[in-house]
Structures are given as structure tokens and as C-alpha cells.
Antibody, heavy 115, light 107 residues
Framework: EVQLVESGGGLIQPGGSLRLSCAAS????????MSWVRQAPGKGLEWVSV???????YYADSVKGRFTISRDNSKNTLYLQMNSLRAEDTAVYYC?????????WGQGTLVTVSS | EIVMTQSPATLSVSPGERATLSCRAS??????LAWYQQKPGQAPRLLIY???TRATGIPARFSGSGSGTEFTLTISSLQSEDFAVYYC?????????FGQGTKVEIK
């Protein structure tokens, strides 16, 4: 059974850093396209970043230069390092597997950026 | 960036009726279009990919059509569990943009 379990969210002050983790089971992270998608409270969905099976990475303009997506193949885990956090980064962050659209989503982890 | 525009923003439908949701892309995305359903407090669920292919386990009352810039999600006979927010998303170009959502509510 495919499962994605995020962790690492919480309350952080503006300018701070946070690292989100997504532990995957039932498939191999490195063989798939893996993404982070976020949803601000009461708002729609925003694609944040993707890492392809070959290792290429892409970022939304809103996070480019501040966020870094990576994976640990030995742990079958996806990460999102978030630096220089802003109030507008407040959202539920979903880990997701892409296969012609996103076929599996994690339960989400809430990141709140506030002083 | 490709802008995805969904209409209407809210659709009021009675159970058993047909619902038709629209999604328009600002430029062609070929058939690289997915539809998702999201209920409060839950992660989205994939309904349709490739514009018209139902995802695993999705009931036949959900159907998708279109290509290029115009797409439609049809729910043939609304069940109580179908009242939710629906998003379209193109995955033809990076960034892979979502529409703003259509809320299907009980009439």
C-alpha cells in the first residue's frame, strides 16, 4: 500500500527555517516524480516544487532561492528545506507523487509563519 | 505561467442531478489535465488524468473531456458524497498550475 507521511511542520517566526520530511512506503521515491504542493488557509492549491526521477528540480517563482527539494534514497524520504520564511508561506504542505497528475497525497503538515 | 480558470466558482445542484464544471487554460496544455476532488480537512483526491481517464477506483459517474484549452468535468448524478471542491490542474508545463476551484454545494 502506498503511503506518504509528512512531518516537520509547526510555528516559525518570519525569516526562520524549517525542514519538512515525507516518508514514503509502498513505492520507491527515487523512481518517481515527487512534489510538494501547498494550500494556504481557505485558499486553493499551489505547486511548490518537484524533483524528477533523474534528479532535476523545479520551483515556483514564489519560493525560488528560498526552498530546496531533495530526497534520501536510503531512507525513501522526500524533503523540503524552507529558508527565509515569510507570512505568505503559511499553509498546509502536502507531499505528493506524480504519475499523470498527482495520484497519491500525504495528509499534509501545517506550517505557520508568524511572530 | 499557464493560468487555469474554472467556472463557475460555486455550483448549486440537487442530489441526483447532473453537474458540469469547466476549466480553461490560457494556452494549450494538450491533454495533460487532471481533476481533483477535495473535502474539508482532507487532501485532494485524483479523479481524472489525461483529461478523460478515470483514476483507479473512481466511479463511472465522473467523466472528463476536452483538449487544448477547454476542459469539462461532468458528474452524471450527484451523490451526497460528491459535494466538495473540485480543482483542475495542468501538468503540461512548469509551473504545473491549478485552477482556483469550483465548490459544488447542495441546492
Amino acid at each position: 500500500e502506498v503511503q506518504l507521511v509528512e512531518s516537520g511542520g509547526g510555528l516559525i517566526q518570519p525569516g526562520g527555517s524549517l525542514r519538512l520530511s515525507c516518508a514514503a512506503s509502498g513505492f520507491t521515491v527515487s523512481s518517481n516524480y515527487m512534489s510538494w504542493v501547498r494550500q494556504a488557509p481557505g485558499k486553493g492549491l499551489e505547486w511548490v516544487s518537484v524533483i524528477y526521477s533523474g534528479g532535476s528540480t523545479y520551483y515556483a517563482d514564489s519560493v525560488k532561492g528560498r526552498f530546496t527539494i531533495s530526497r534520501d534514497n536510503s531512507k525513501n524520504t522526500l524533503y523540503l528545506q524552507m529558508n527565509s520564511l515569510r507570512a505568505e508561506d503559511t499553509a498546509v504542505y502536502y507531499c505528493a507523487r506524480e504519475s499523470g497528475g498527482i495520484d497519491y497525497w500525504g495528509q499534509g503538515t501545517l506550517v505557520t509563519v508568524s511572530s | 505561467e499557464i493560468v487555469m480558470t474554472q467556472s463557475p466558482a460555486t455550483l448549486s445542484v440537487s442530489p441526483g442531478e447532473r453537474a458540469t464544471l469547466s476549466c480553461r487554460a490560457s494556452q494549450s496544455v494538450s491533454s495533460n489535465l487532471a481533476w481533483y476532488q477535495q473535502k474539508p480537512g482532507q487532501a485532494p483526491r485524483l479523479l481524472i488524468y489525461g483529461a478523460s481517464t478515470r483514476a483507479t477506483g473512481i466511479p463511472a459517474r465522473f467523466s472528463g473531456s476536452g483538449s487544448g484549452t477547454e476542459f469539462t468535468l461532468t458528474i452524471s448524478s450527484l451523490q451526497s458524497e460528491d459535494f466538495a471542491v473540485y480543482y483542475c490542474q495542468q501538468y503540461n508545463n512548469w509551473p504545473k498550475t491549478f485552477g482556483q476551484g469550483t465548490k459544488v454545494e447542495i441546492k
